[in-house]
C-alpha cells in the first residue's frame, strides 16, 4: 500500500551493530505497528503505538525499540542486532475504529538480514 | 493471550476450483476477523473480514464464515484463478486486548491452470 512507506526495503548489516528501520504513512492514522515475520511462523507483533505519546511492547519486544517521531512516522530500532532477528519486518497503521475492529494496512516491508 | 491457529499451511487447486483455509482461535473475547493476502514480495492486504455480530459475508468469488461457539472461522474462495496463488493469513482480535492482531501462520495457495 503506497500510503505506507518502508525504508529501507533491504538491508545486510552485521552482529553487534545499531539498525533503525523507518515507517511513514499517509493514511491519517493514529495507531500504528511494527511486526515480524518469519517463514512458518506468520505475523508476530513487535510494538504499536496508540498515538504520539502512547507506545506498548507487543509479543516479542525483546531486543527492540520504538520511537514515534510524530503521528506519521514510526521507527523500529535494533540496538545491537543479532542474527537470529534476520527476517521480513512490516509496519502497519489503522484508524480508530467505529465498533467492532480495526482494519491495519501494511507496509511493503524491509527485508533485513544480520550476519 | 490468544493462540490462532490455521490450516494447511500448503494447498493446491486446479484452476475453477474451490479453496477452502480453516482458523481456530483460543480467546472467546475476539470479535474480529480479517483475512490477509500477501503476494510475493508485497506487505499484507485485506481481502475480507468479519465481525462477530455476523455469520457470514460474501464478496464476489470470496465468503468467510464465523461459528463463535466452535470458535472457528473459514475463508473460502470459488472459481479459483492463477492470480489467487499467494500466502493468506487469518487473524483475530479483541477490543479486551487493545485490538492487538493475532495472526495464523499463513496457507500457501497455489492454483493450477
Redesign the interface.
Known sequence: DADVTQTPRNRITKTGKRIMLECSQTKGHDRMYWYRQDPGLGLRLIYYSFDVKDINKGEISDGYSVSRQAQAKFSLSLESAIPNQTALYFCATSDIGQGIGETQYFGPGTRLLVL | ?ENVE?HP?TLSVQEGDSAVIKCTYSDSAS??F?W?KQEL??????II?I???VGEKKDQRIAVTLNKTAKHFSLHITETQPEDSAVY?CAA?S?NT????Y????TSLTVIP
Open positions: 493471550g490455521q499451511s470479535n474480529y480479517p490477509y514480495g508485497k506487505g499484507p492486504q485485506l473480514d465481525r462477530s455480530n493469513f482480535s477490543s487493545g485490538n492487538q492482531f495472526f495464523g501462520t499463513g
